[in-house]
């Protein structure tokens, strides 16, 4: 079956610390990947995406991913995180190619930044 | 480029009762999709037009929802009856071509 797994549902680093948020995922095919974003209230941004090429991929506001396929994740990272990061990021998994992309979340990964 | 509008933002009912959200996608957007997302928990596809099509409804409850989008523009998810389980946050997104979806800020429902 399809899933997306999120290991970590509450993380909480020092402002300036780096990020890592783990992802992993089941897919029968090469998939498209994502990660968005959620402030409270706010609905979803996407960060970045995988569709092909170059496994690492950079995103907005300083955020990359590496998709590995040996381990199957996507990872998300960011050398030096900002106060203003705090919020929930989600990892999700769709199809490749087709015109329809049904995606399938994982569950989130609450971030909270200390001073 | 204005992005995916959703009206109202917080709706607050009673059990039993119904209602209706409204989204208006970004222009140009063939695609529609409609999410709930329940705390705790990543959204979860209910329903996705494409044009003024259903692609995928698998996992719309039909025996409460509905959902129509008949100009192929803006669309509209009803609930009716209303149950305590139905309380989240409901999301519209679309996209052009079907691959990267922006959502829009959601419609949190609380359902007493």
């Known amino acids: 079956a399809q899933s997306v797994t999120q290991p970590d549902i509450h993380i909480t680093v020092s402002e300036g610390a780096s990020l890592e948020l783990r992802c992993n995922y089941s897919y029968g095919a090469t998939p498209y990947l994502f990660w968005y974003v959620q402030s409270p209230g706010q609905g979803l941004q996407l960060l970045l995406k995988?569709?092909?090429?170059?496994?690492l991929v950079q995103g907005i506001k300083g955020f990359e991913a590496e998709f590995k396929r040996s381990q199957s994740s996507f990872n998300l990272r960011k050398p030096s995180v900002h106060w203003s990061d705090a919020a929930e990021y989600f990892c999700a998994v769709g199809p490749l190619g087709g015109g329809y992309n049904k995606l399938i979340f994982g569950a989130g990964t609450r971030l909270a930044v200390h001073p | 480029e204005a992005g995916v509008a959703q009206s109202p933002r917080y709706k607050i009912i009673e059990k039993r009762q119904s209602v209706a959200f409204w989204c208006n996608p970004i222009?140009?957007?063939?695609?529609l999709y409609w999410y709930q997302q329940i705390l705790g928990q990543g959204p979860k596809l209910l329903i996705q037009?494409?044009?003024?099509?259903?692609?995928?409804d698998s996992q719309l409850p039909k025996d409460r929802f509905s959902a129509e989008r008949l100009k192929g523009v803006d669309s509209t998810l009803k609930i009716q009856p209303a149950k305590l389980e139905d309380s989240a946050v409901y999301l519209c997104a679309s996209s052009f071509g079907g691959d990267t979806q922006y959502f829009g800020p959601g419609t949190r429902l609380t359902v007493l």
């Open positions: 995988y569709f092909s090429g170059d496994t």
């Open positions: 222009s140009g957007h063939a695609t």
């Open positions: 037009f494409q044009n003024n099509g259903v692609v995928d």
